[in-house]
C-alpha cells in the first residue's frame, strides 16, 4: 500500500479516486468468502487497492493471498462498481471515490487464514446468508450483483 501512503501524506483524508480489485471466491457447496474486516468490524470481499504497475487482475489475486492465504486461479469479471455508492470514509478519516473491479472465481488453493492486519477472521456463507449480514457499505453493489447472477430455484 505505498502508494496510497505516499499519497495520504500529500493530500491528509481528503478524497482520492482509489481503483481496488477483490474476488468473490465461491467453494464446492457454493458459499462464498467474505472477510471481516479489521478497520470497521464489517464483512466484505477480500479485496484491495492496487498498486502501480499491476494489472486488476494481479491486485485482485495479491490481495487475496494477502489477506485470506488463498491462491485465485481462473477468475471471470463480475463487474466494475463506481458511483455514489462508492464515495467512502474510512474509520480513520480517509475518503474516498472508489472505482472496484469485481471478480468471481471457483478455482482456488491453499489453506484458509485470517491476516489480522487487515481481517479479523475469514471463512464460507452460503448465498441466503448474505443479505442480512453487517457488510462494509463499498461491497454492497458487488454482493447485490453477485447475488443477481444466482438462479434460486
Do not use: K, Q
Not at 505505498?2 to 499519497?7: A, H, K, L, P, V
Not at 481528503?14 to 457454493?30: F, K, Q, T
Not at 480513520?92 to 482456488?108: K, Q
Request: net charge negative; aromatic share 6%; glycine share 10%.
Amino acid at each position: 500500500m505505498g502508494y496510497i501512503r505516499e499519497m495520504r501524506a500529500l493530500v491528509g483524508t481528503r478524497p482520492l479516486i482509489l481503483v481496488g480489485a477483490g474476488v468473490l471466491v465461491e467453494n464446492a457447496r457454493g458459499e462464498v468468502l467474505l472477510e471481516r474486516r479489521a478497520d470497521s468490524g464489517l464483512w466484505g470481499v477480500p479485496g484491495g487497492c492496487m498498486e502501480i504497475g499491476e494489472t486488476t487482475e494481479e491486485a485482485a489475486r495479491r490481495e487475496v493471498r494477502e489477506e485470506t492465504g488463498l491462491e485465485v486461479g481462473e477468475m471471470t469479471l463480475l463487474g466494475v462498481f463506481s458511483g455514489l455508492d462508492l464515495l467512502h470514509v474510512y474509520p480513520n478519516g480517509d475518503e474516498a471515490a472508489i472505482v472496484s473491479v469485481a471478480y468471481l472465481s471457483r478455482d482456488y488453493r491453499g489453506e484458509l487464514r485470517s491476516d489480522p492486519a487487515e481481517s479479523l477472521e475469514a471463512r464460507f456463507f452460503a448465498p441466503a446468508e448474505l443479505a442480512e449480514m453487517d457488510v462494509n457499505a463499498p461491497d454492497r453493489p458487488i454482493i447485490a450483483a453477485y447475488l443477481a447472477t444466482l438462479s434460486w430455484d
